[in-house]
């Protein structure tokens, strides 16, 4: 009898504990690649948002750029605490230079449900354009004039704590 001692291929025992640390394995690797995709997915998320709040407020800055602050339509009282600071409004009113075209850069409710604001300009009487994307809820939106008062008009011309060029806070969250 030929007795043969070249044993090929592996046992039962050897594939099955083979098979479990593969097994370990891809369930490590797997978990991980979830784990990365999801990252990726969030940071992107947060990406798209924060390229969409920056063209909101490119867009502001712009019309605050091309105009100035119109104090003749609109008081915007002093509800805050630093004095000659603006309370907090929902909404400002710009004019332009020449005169001619009034800009309002305000906060609307969305027309979901419980949804938050959307920030919106309206020029002269063009019809109001939303300026962040559906998918940005917008949950507070502020804005502070200074000085509350216009430092323009002939009565505040001779107040010193007026005389300064106009500028206006806008906190949006």
């Not at 995709?37 to 992107?44: I, T």
């Not at 915007?76 to 800009?103: A, P, Q, R, W």
Request: charged share 25%.
């Amino acid at each position: 009898m030929i007795k043969n001692t070249l044993k090929r291929g592996f046992t039962l025992v050897e594939t099955l504990i083979a098979l479990g640390i593969f097994a370990m394995f891809m369930s490590v690797l797997i978990g991980s690649y979830a784990g990365i995709v999801r990252s990726l997915k969030e940071a992107n998320d947060y990406r798209v948002m924060y390229s969409d709040a920056r063209r909101v407020f490119d867009t502001v800055v712009s019309e605050f750029r091309e105009g100035m602050v119109d104090y003749g339509n609109v008081y915007y009282g002093n509800g805050c605490d630093l004095e000659h600071l603006s309370g907090s409004s929902d909404e400002i009113h710009l004019v332009s230079k020449d005169g001619s075209m009034f800009t309002t850069i305000s906060k609307v409710e969305k027309k979901e449900k419980d949804s938050g604001w959307d920030i919106q300009v309206s020029k002269g009487l063009a019809k109001e354009v939303i300026l962040n994307s559906p998918e940005v809820n917008v949950k507070a939106f502020q804005v502070f004039a200074y000085p509350h008062l216009d430092p323009y008009d002939q009565k505040n011309v001779f107040k010193d704590s007026y005389q300064f060029q106009p500028f206006v806070l806008v906190k949006a969250t």
